[in-house]
Structures are given as structure tokens and as C-alpha cells.
Nanobody, 120 residues
Framework: QVQLVESGGGLVQPGGSLRLACETS????????MGWYRQAPGNERELVAR???????RYGNSMEGRVAISKEVANDTVYLQMDGLRPEDTAVYYC??????????????WGQGTQVIVFS
């Protein structure tokens, strides 16, 4: 059974930092494209950052330059370092894992999310 469990969210003041973690079980992060997405009330879920199997990273527009995604293969965990947080970064942050099988079947999984609240 695949599980993605996010942690590290919380309350932070503007300009502060948080480091989110996504601990996985049932998969190897080296076999998947791993990503962080976020969803604020009334908004669609949007990409924050992705890291591909090769280690190449891609960032969404909303937080580019203020976030860094990384993965630790040894413990199958993905991290999101967030700096310079703003009130508009308040959202639930979700971890995602995705890959395609040899038969071109898409496998993708989501965690339950971790709440980030940026307030002054």
C-alpha cells in the first residue's frame, strides 16, 4: 500500500521559513516524479515544485525563487524548503508521486496535506 505523509506545516510570520517533509512508503522516490502542490480556499490546486527521477527540478510561478525541492532516496522522503513566506502562501500543501508504467499506465498518489498559515 502506498502512503505519502506530509509534515512540517504550521503557523509562521511573513518572511519566515518552513521545511515540509513527505515521507513515503510503498514506493521508492527514485522511481517517481515527486511534487509539491498547494490549494488555498476557493482556489484550484497548483504546482509549487517537482523533482523528476533524474533530479531535475521544476517550479511553479507562485513561489519560484523562494522554495527548493529535494529528495533523500535513502529514506524515500521529499522535502520542500520555503523561505520568505507571504500571507498569500497560506494553503494546504500536498505531496504527489507520479510515474508511468511500461504499459503507459499512469500511477499517481497524493498525501493528505499539511496546513501552512502565514499571518502577521
Amino acid at each position: 500500500q502506498v502512503q505519502l505523509v506530509e509534515s512540517g506545516g504550521g503557523l509562521v510570520q511573513p518572511g519566515g521559513s518552513l521545511r515540509l517533509a513527505c515521507e513515503t512508503s510503498g514506493i521508492s522516490v527514485s522511481d517517481y516524479a515527486m511534487g509539491w502542490y498547494r490549494q488555498a480556499p476557493g482556489n484550484e490546486r497548483e504546482l509549487v515544485a517537482r523533482i523528476f527521477r533524474s533530479g531535475v527540478t521544476r517550479y511553479g510561478n507562485s513561489m519560484e525563487g523562494r522554495v527548493a525541492i529535494s529528495k533523500e532516496v535513502a529514506n524515500d522522503t521529499v522535502y520542500l524548503q520555503m523561505d520568505g513566506l507571504r500571507p498569500e502562501d497560506t494553503a494546504v500543501y500536498y505531496c504527489n508521486a507520479e510515474r508511468f508504467t511500461d504499459d503507459d499506465i499512469r500511477l499517481h498518489y497524493w498525501g493528505q496535506g499539511t496546513q501552512v498559515i502565514v499571518f502577521s
